[in-house]
């Protein structure tokens, strides 16, 4: 049974590795993701926009 | 080999020296023992009637040894010797180069014994300073120990023998076992000074090419079936092994029964103590056959053993077996559900220190050492068993081996053995019900993974080279694209004593020019600023024009240095890296909002993302987890060698003696 989990963890580990590599997929960290409104997309609209103070 | 005849100087008939080496020959008219010296005869008295053994061989018959190193005899003579609990013969043979030796018998093996000078540097110990156990250093003749030490009875003769003692006369003898698997014996006769000597080696009956071997022939028959009926229930009762059997507790009342001495006729067998039910209950058929390992067995008996440890009683059972080819004994013993086959080996071949044996290369642990006592007994046995009767027993073990010493009043034996799993027992015997599950961890049982830590070893470097593989493929394929790189300008506003923090934050905040990133994958974002005693944070935002899509993290440079108590110190880094990941490809800007320390601000900051960079920290992470395996391997073993050693002489606790618990029986 120990084997067999094993060898369960093994082919879980390498296909998430490999999934990671080719998606470029991160661990967790302090980035956010999220939309932005359309009406905040201008130029303009970018400096007016507060929502993203990551890390603060 | 000439003869030389005589007159027998108690009956006037013909007595023959068969051999150059013969001291002594029986009268076959008298039985007087007539001894020559020079051209005198003398009679030394009378031999008893000889007591019918199983041996295979017999005087007068002619050996042309295949075996290496024996050259063609002829069997002169034969001393039977007893020792109270058993009668044994050995066979004077005289060589043709006219040299002699004993050919003898013990369990079903067959040893040449030839005569050496006694060890005189160092010499042997007296019969009063040899002990049971003892390492003897015989120089040249190598390393022996003391497996027996005990006096017999000249019981009777026939033929010729190489020395003259009074028939019923005592001798004392020691038994030693070579570090080479040879057998020594030293014979003192009647005083306790060394008499002689004699070194021999194991050698198959086959191999000495004895012509005949009629006693053989019957004894195999005889072997094959008989029966008797005990003659305290009556019950008819089938002994496999009637030629050597010398004590049978019947299967059905419990009763013991004894031949008299030395009599191995079924027809003789006496009640030595009458029970009125069976003891205890065989998991194995006694009388049963089966093939174990290769060899065919005939399970002859059965004895109930215990030790009291703390007051409690541990039992197990021990199977004598007997190799139906080569007819040596094996012993299967059960305890607690756990079987191992066991066989005896040669003392001398087993070195012992503090807590450690070595046989043949080997080491085995010590376990435990208790005494053992016999509680109980069914089906046929080669020795005098006797309920009550004890011996010190010592394990050791080296999984699934393990290595038993016995010590008797008298004499000291070793055997080892090896894990048999329950179900093999039942497929050997073909039994019809499934012996009992095994409870707890055996002493010699095997951690169940031992076999296949090996393929966990492989499997983790198979899994560990294709993670490796797949690092290398990352980084072959990785564009590590620089998609945005810039220095940031802080002085002028983050220095500005009129502006406060929030308003000087937000005059620095910049938003880039658009940039492509082409393709989708992670990004790594590195800031770098010559902080000085200070701080910069860079709260970023990356943001894809089209969908609105935006990332942020936040970057921080900051080193503190200084002096303290006459050391240098220094902490926190200048430049540093966060990664953003499954950033899909596209047209992004970047915002920047930078804050710091008001009139501390470092003079710029500068900041690069790159797309596309593997990650060696996923190869760590990914290894490290695959190290579960193992460890949860060396968990699982440490946990069982912990419950194996729990029933140990070193558990720390009182531990059992090896078996069932006391509400066993």
Not at chain 2, 80 to 88: N, R
Not at chain 2, 115 to 142: C, E, H, K, M, V
Not at chain 2, 360 to 387: I, N, P
Not at chain 2, 482 to 489: A, F
């Amino acid at each position: 049974m120990l084997k067999r989990g094993f060898q369960v963890l093994g082919a879980l580990l390498l296909t998430a590795y490999a999934w990671a590599g080719f998606t470029g997929w991160e661990l967790p960290s302090n980035a956010k993701k999220g939309v932005v409104a359309a009406g905040a997309r201008s130029a303009t609209g970018f400096r007016a926009y507060s929502f993203w103070t990551g890390g603060k | 080999m000439s003869s030389r005849a005589a007159n027998c100087p108690s009956c006037g008939g013909e007595v023959l020296f068969h051999a150059g080496s013969s001291v002594v020959t029986v009268c076959p008219q008298c039985r007087s023992a007539v001894s020559r010296k020079g051209a005198r005869l003398e009679s030394l008295g009378t031999v008893a009637e000889l007591v019918p053994t199983s041996s295979p061989f017999r005087v007068g018959a002619t050996g042309k040894p295949k075996a290496q190193g024996l050259k063609p005899f002829r069997i002169v003579g034969r001393l039977q010797l007893s020792t109270g609990e058993g009668t044994w013969d050995e066979w004077h043979v005289s060589f043709e180069d006219g040299r002699y030796g004993w050919l003898a018998e013990a369990q079903g093996t067959f040893w040449v014994m030839r005569p050496l000078a006694p060890p005189s540097n160092p010499p042997a110990p007296d019969f009063t300073q040899i002990a049971l156990g003892q390492r003897l250093d015989f120089g040249a003749y190598g390393h022996f120990t003391v497996t027996d030490r005990r006096q017999a009875l000249y019981a009777s003769a026939e033929g010729d023998l190489p020395f003259a003692a009074v028939p019923g006369s005592v001798f004392m003898y020691a038994d030693l076992s070579g570090a080479d698997g040879s057998l020594a014996t030293l014979d003192y006769g009647d005083d306790p000074g060394v008499d002689a000597f004699f070194v021999g080696r194991q050698v198959q009956l086959d191999d000495l090419g004895v012509e005949g071997l009629e006693g053989w022939s019957q004894r195999k028959v005889s072997a094959k079936a008989s029966s008797l009926n005990c003659p305290a229930c009556g019950a008819g009762l089938q002994l496999k092994d009637p030629a050597n059997t010398v004590r049978v507790a019947c299967t059905y009342c419990g009763s013991v029964l004894a031949t008299p001495e030395g009599g191995a006729s079924a027809e003789k067998f006496e009640v030595l103590a009458r029970l009125q039910k069976v003891p205890f209950k065989p998991l194995l058929p006694l009388g049963g056959e089966g093939t174990l390992r290769g060899l065919s067995y005939a399970i002859l008996g059965a004895v109930l053993k215990a030790c009291t440890v703390d007051g409690v009683n541990y039992y197990w059972r021990e199977y004598l077996l007997k190799e139906t080819k080569s007819e040596a004994y094996h012993w299967l013993v059960e305890s607690n559900g756990h079987w191992t086959l066991v066989a005896g080996i040669a003392a001398g071949e087993v070195s012992t220190a503090p807590r450690l044996a070595v046989w043949r290369g080997t080491r085995y642990r010590h376990f435990q050492s208790t005494t053992a006592r016999v509680e109980a007994v069914l089906g046929e046995f080669y020795w005098e068993v006797k309920k009550g009767e004890t011996t010190d027993v010592s394990d050791y073990i080296a999984p699934p081996r393990i290595l038993s010493e016995e010590k008797y009043e008298k004499e000291v034996t070793w055997s080892e053995g090896s894990y048999v799993p329950k179900e093999e027992v039942e497929k050997a015997f073909s039994l019809k019900a499934p012996l009992p599950a095994p409870e707890g961890v055996g002493s010699n049982q095997p951690w169940p993974y031992a076999e296949s830590s090996r393929g966990f070893m492989r499997m983790l470097g198979l899994f560990a080279g294709i993670a490796v593989f797949l690092f290398v493929f990352f980084n072959i394929k990785a564009d590590r694209k620089v998609v945005y790189q810039m220095r940031h300008d802080l002085t002028v506003a983050a220095n500005d004593p009129t502006l406060s923090p929030d308003a000087a934050s937000e005059a620095l905040t910049v938003v880039s020019e658009p940039f492509e990133i082409p393709h989708s994958g992670n990004i790594e974002a590195m800031i770098d600023a010559p902080t000085d005693n200070t701080w910069v944070y860079v709260g970023a935002v990356l943001l894809e024009e089209a969908t609105g899509q935006a990332y942020g993290f936040g970057l921080q440079s900051d080193y503190y240095h200084g002096v303290d108590g006459g050391e240098s110190w220094s902490e926190g880094s200048r430049s540093r890296t966060v990664y953003v990941g499954h950033v899909p490809a596209g047209r992004y800007v970047l915002r920047l909002e930078p804050e710091m320390e008001k009139g501390k601000a470092p003079p710029y900051y500068d900041l690069r993302l790159r797309s596309g960079v593997p990650r060696m920290s996923h190869l760590l992470i990914v290894l490290f987890l695959l190290l579960f395996g193992p460890i949860a391997l060396g968990i699982s073993k440490a946990r069982f060698e912990g419950r194996r050693w729990a029933e140990s002489d070193y558990s720390g606790g009182s531990g059992g003696g090896g078996g069932g618990s006391d509400d066993d029986e």
